[in-house]
């Protein structure tokens, strides 16, 4: 699954997804930093090392069957995590229904002149619907975004940092350099 979800993921990125990246990496203070600083609500590692925009390579590994321990996810967690990696990647479903609209225009005008010719009220009640469907998945998906903008705009952080409980260096040394 989580080979498809990364191929899923790099077809919908807005910037360049490395296929199969893991939590395993090298970062310079500076990328680090400019990754801690982004103020995103929605914080998904894999695309925040994309949109930062520092250079990056991959480095091959075999992945390896779990030998220690359970994982704690199960599959809704996984759902949600990808929905929310994507999401967080990605503006593809605000630009879905611009794609999907002269599609949905010729199919519905095809019923709907199939109600002219023929009388079916069929025809029309599955126009409504369908109309309804459009304009309800449009704005289901706008709504999304919409949340996520506004918990942005919160500007909370997305983490705190004990420097006195990591190896990064206290406050005041950074300050001063």
């Known amino acids: 699954m989580r080979k498809y979800f990364y191929r899923i993921l790099k077809g919908l990125a807005d910037d360049e ?48 069957r779990r030998i220690a321990g359970e994982t704690h996810y199960n599959i809704l967690g996984m759902i949600v995590f990808a929905v929310a990696g994507i999401l967080s990647a990605s503006t593809f479903f605000l630009r879905l229904p611009i794609y999907i609209l002269p ?7 095809g019923l709907t002149a199939t109600f002219v010719l023929t009388e079916a009220h069929w025809a029309a009640v599955l126009c409504l619907y369908l109309f309804a469907v459009y ?23 997305t983490a705190f940092i004990s420097r006195r409980d990591t190896y990064l260096e206290p406050a005041h040394q950074e300050a001063e350099s």
């Open 103 to 109: 599609f949905w225009i010729m199919a519905l005008t």
């Open 17 to 64: 997804i490395i296929l199969d990246m893991a939590e395993f990496a090298l970062f310079t203070a500076e990328v680090r930093e400019a990754i801690i600083s982004d103020e995103n609500s929605f914080p998904f590692i894999r695309s925040s090392i994309s949109r930062v925009g520092f250079k990056r390579c991959a480095i091959p590994f075999k992945r390896r």
């Open 135 to 157: 304009v309800g998945t449009a704005l289901a998906f706008a709504c999304l975004y919409i949340a996520r903008s506004y918990k942005n705009s919160l500007r909370r952080p």
